[in-house]
């Protein structure tokens, strides 16, 4: 059995290495891992405290992934809830959809009794937002956001150079072998309101596969959907490559993608006989993985795969 995740999993691997030794489910292991990384405060790129929308609304995406059947949970855009792995959870279990966005992602939350939390911003993030859109606007324009018919523009400015994009990453393969795959983030800062990532498209940033392996992204969520990155790799495992070449062909085809907004990438994927794997397009960075052999967790520096980022002007 293995637990393996990007490195801001770590809070929550008691909860889901506890899972895995009782002989518990790889499903549940990935979202009892998930569900304190939502409630973390201090981590501002998934639940509880992430970095909000441009209006300053805290938009989640997540979804998560059965590798037994690929039955697949996700939502998009929701608001004022958190768990948002486990309100995924119950879209897979208790609904014929993959994916709920916005307004029916939110009413099927309060349907399944996830109670809304109005506050799931703390001020410091308030604070942060309004002093980073500050920088290029004046406070007239901050005050009038909300109205404002050229939002578009605000987006594209506030996001370059502080382009602030981040995720939690959960694959576990329990006793039994089987292999689940989970994801959450409250997307990129100061996104367009609607705006869905990588997180909950399944095949772009998430994907598992008990027949080959799972994998699963961070980064620029839109280059991810655009390359299907995480389907990509668990393909070319199905089709014969080994884990490090599937993950080398995924990465190198992000670089190969056109067009002016390619930003960073990282990645982390698990072959079927339980090997792990951490891929970045940035040096330094890391993954973490604990095996049921193994007292606590370690932590791998991730295989560096450079893609040339682009920005438009
Ligand atoms: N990878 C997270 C996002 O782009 O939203």
Known sequence: MILLASTNANVGFPAGMEILRKGGSAL?????????????????????????????????????????????????????????????????????????????????????GFPQTEALLNPDVIAAREAILKQDMTDTEFATLATSDNLRQWVRLATDPERTYGTVNVIAQ???????????????????????????????????????????????GEMAIRASTAHSIVMAMKLGKSLTEACELAMEDLNALGGNFIGRMNLIALAKDGTPAGYSSLPGKTFIYQTDEMETYVEKERTLVEIEERWAE
């Open 174 to 220: 329990d006793a039994n072998g089987n292999i689940a795959c989970g994801v959450s983030t409250s997307g990129w800062a100061w996104k367009y309101p609607g705006r869905l990532g990588d997180s909950p498209i399944i095949g772009a940033g998430n994907y598992a596969d008990n027949r080959y392996g799972a994998a699963a992204c961070t980064g620029m």
């Open 28 to 112: 549940d292991a990935v979202e009892a891992t998930i569900r304190p990384v939502e409630d973390n405060p201090a981590d501002r790129t998934v639940g509880f405290n992430g970095y909000p929308n441009i209006l300053g609304d805290l938009e989640l995406d997540a979804s998560i992934m059965d590798g037994r059947t690929r039955e697949s949970g996700a939502v998009g855009a929701l608001k004022g809830v958190i768990p948002a792995i486990s309100v995924a959870r119950k879209v897979m279990e208790t609904l014929p959809h993959v994916l709920l966005a916005g307004a029916g992602a939110d009413r099927f939350a309060a349907e399944m």
